[in-house]
């Protein structure tokens, strides 16, 4: 669980790809203004999606229980899968700001990830 913990507070950075260059330099673009109490961000990173060659940034907030992943990619299709749903205990909600699609996934209730979603909003 420690292990675990410590992995999450790891420095920010763009992840490498599989031939050791950089996903990208590309700064960090995306927050969200909407978190719960005791929520903070634990990690960011820039990674390459897995089936194209696009750049896809992730946050991770923790408040030291639970934790809810952002991810932010741009697109440039009409995605229909918008919105609220839930697989167990996980809930996801999807959301696009003009040409980029919001995912916040978390082991959190669906009125939580759908308020941090809502929050959301371009940095720069």
């Known amino acids: 669980m420690c292990a675990r913990f410590l992995e999450l507070r790891a420095p920010f950075g763009i992840d490498k790809g599989g031939d050791g260059d950089p996903a990208s330099d590309a700064p960090m673009h995306w927050d969200s203004k909407s978190?719960?109490?005791?929520?903070?961000?634990?990690?960011s990173i820039n990674r390459r999606g897995p089936m194209a060659?696009?750049?896809v940034e992730h946050h991770v907030y923790s408040d030291g229980l639970s934790s809810v992943s952002i991810f932010v990619k741009k697109s440039d299709k009409a995605e229909s899968g918008t919105g609220?749903?839930?697989?167990?205990?996980v809930s996801a909600f999807v959301r696009r700001i003009d040409d980029h699609v919001v995912t916040?996934?978390?082991?959190?209730?669906?009125d939580t990830v759908s308020m941090i979603a809502d929050g959301v909003t371009r940095t720069n």
Do not use: C, K, Q, T
């Open 35 to 43: 978190l719960p109490p005791g929520f903070m961000l634990s990690y």
């Open 53 to 55: 060659d696009e750049l």
């Open 84 to 89: 609220l749903s839930r697989m167990g205990a």
């Open 104 to 110: 916040v996934v978390g082991e959190v209730p669906g």
